[in-house]
């Protein structure tokens, strides 16, 4: 039996080669030649020097040649760092250094951004681009095609072992910077066997991907359950409301749509505005965000379908789902993946607690991670003697065995399925000059659900910054959704007798005026 997802693709690439595997714009590529560009990738990479374990940053848009570049890697022995096309300077700096990436595939926009942080990488060594760059940067540089045609597409090259390193996926924490999720290759495939198994995808499925292939759910989630089941998948560069309603709409729909509440959001706005009725799909999916029991009944008006909700993490990938068969239940997350387990801990004595009972949700099985890359402290207080893993969200489970997930025990914002971390966006305000003390929190919003929020105490002797400086300033330095949304400037910030910031004080206080 394979050991890795990237065996079972090239097992189907030997077996149905002439089979489409991917699709996106005017370009299709079967199993067979996918594969071929893969090995390809992969024998230029081994013959450029790359060994076992060495990490590569994937640092791109959604593309066949992020496809060709991920799987590639895999197939060379190497790890993927997965990099999200937003991040600018802080977040790319803390990835491509704590992780050692030695080559950073990317585009020319991410050519240039990369190119002021060459003193602060010295372990990154070259770069590949998918595009040719316009100007020289200071890496040598290879052109995608350029390095296929340095490899051999027809040859056969040893498979990683199921518990080697796959991907490093970066998640924030509460305190510090952003940590490596250690993915092993036999996570992967345990998560997407599960995944697969619990919502019935085969062969036949034809997958609409507009997610963002750097993050869990479109890359683990989305290419994962295709690859395995030998389906395919329409790839698309972003999400745009309007195309994705008229591939809904057309005469042979896609099987499956996987999306954040958001992306659900503007597509039932969408339709309602320009009257499109599309069929149903075999199945639509959300997660990485919570999806109100509002907006579920509002797709199944639209879509004339019941969404299924499920629950992810980075280190865990899939944990629960809604039942493919049975009921979905909106504003719940539904009962953990086949071969895997979840349960609901008291958060000071760590015990299991009854059905109905809050607490933290706890999950352990063969889709957890290895721990946190070069960060054992962390690893450590992540999981427990039994090896269950706390995921830090809060929740309960019913009577009937659902999951509800009601809260989060670290602070986070998630909007519009991207996670910010308010102590990261604090950090770059506080660096502003006219900013004295800052304070930033999630706030609900119509289309992300969550927007962030800066409540800002100016310097005294200095005029109170605008708002739109201090977006500006985070824009410049971070990536762009995680700047604040609205600034409010406060005379001083409510601090309870350790001095700790209380925000739940400054929510109320936002959102009664
Ligand atoms: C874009 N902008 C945002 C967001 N996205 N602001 C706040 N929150 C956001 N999520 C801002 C940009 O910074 C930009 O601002 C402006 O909106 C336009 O950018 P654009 O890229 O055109 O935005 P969009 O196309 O409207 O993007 C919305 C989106 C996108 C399609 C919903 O956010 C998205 O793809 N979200 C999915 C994220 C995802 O895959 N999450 C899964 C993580 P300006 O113009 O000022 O620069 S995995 C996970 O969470 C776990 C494992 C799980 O369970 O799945
Ligand atoms: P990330 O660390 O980026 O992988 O984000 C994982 C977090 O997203 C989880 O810990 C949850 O807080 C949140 N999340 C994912 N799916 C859901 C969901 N269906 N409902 C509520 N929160 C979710």
Known sequence: MSSTLLDVFLSHARQ????????????????????????????????????????????????????????????????????????????????????????????????????????????????????????????????????LAEGDATTTLPLPEGDQLAVLGYT??????????????????????????????????????????????????????????????????????????????????????????????????????????????????????????????????????????????????????????????????????PGQEARVVDVRTREPLPAGETGEIEVRGPHVFAGYWQRPDATAESFDAEGWFRTGDLGMCDAEGYFHITGRARELIISGGFNVYPREVEEVLATHPAVAEVAVLGLPDADFGEQVVAVVVPRPEQPPPKPQVLADWCKERLASFKKPRRVVLAESLPRNALGKVQKHLLRERLTQG
């Open 172 to 337: 924030s924490g509460t305190t510090g910077r952003s940590k490596g999720a250690m993915l092993r290759h036999r996570n992967l495939l345990a998560n997407a066997r599960a995944v697969t198994e619990a919502w019935g995808w085969t062969e036949w499925d034809r997958l609409l991907l507009t997610l963002p292939l750097f993050h869990t759910h479109g890359l683990m989630v989305g290419l994962h359950g295709t690859l395995l089941t030998g389906a395919s998948v329409d790839l698309r560069r972003r999400f745009v409301a309007s195309e994705v309603l008229e591939a809904l709409c057309a005469e042979r729909p896609p099987t499956l749509f996987f999306g954040v509440p958001t992306m659900y959001g503007r597509l039932v706005e969408e339709a309602r505005r320009t009257g499109a009725s599309p069929r149903p799909l075999r199945l639509m999916v959300s997660g990485s965000a919570p999806l109100s029991p509002q907006l579920f009944h509002e797709v199944e008006e639209v879509f004339g379908e019941r969404i299924l909700e499920r629950y992810g993490m980075t280190e865990t990938l899939m944990n629960t789902t809604n039942p493919y068969e049975g009921e979905r239940r909106p504003g719940t997350v539904g009962m953990p993946f």
């Open 16 to 147: 149905t080669p002439a089979r489409m595997a991917l699709t996106f714009e005017h370009q299709h590529f079967t199993y067979g030649r996918l594969a071929e560009r893969v090995t390809a990738f992969a024998s230029a990479m081994q013959r450029r020097g790359l060994r076992p374990g060495e990490r590569v940053a994937l640092f791109l848009e959604n593309s066949p040649d992020f496809v060709v570049a991920y799987l590639g890697t895999l197939y060379a022995g190497g790890v993927v760092v997965l990099v999200n096309t937003a991040y600018r300077q802080v977040e790319l700096s803390h990835i491509l250094a704590d992780s050692g990436a030695r080559v950073c595939v990317t585009g020319a926009a991410g050519a240039a951004e990369l190119a002021p942080l060459k003193e602060q990488l010295p372990a990154l060594e070259w770069l590949v681009t998918t595009e040719a760059s316009t100007a020289p940067g200071p890496w040598p540089t290879v052109e995608m095609e350029a390095l």
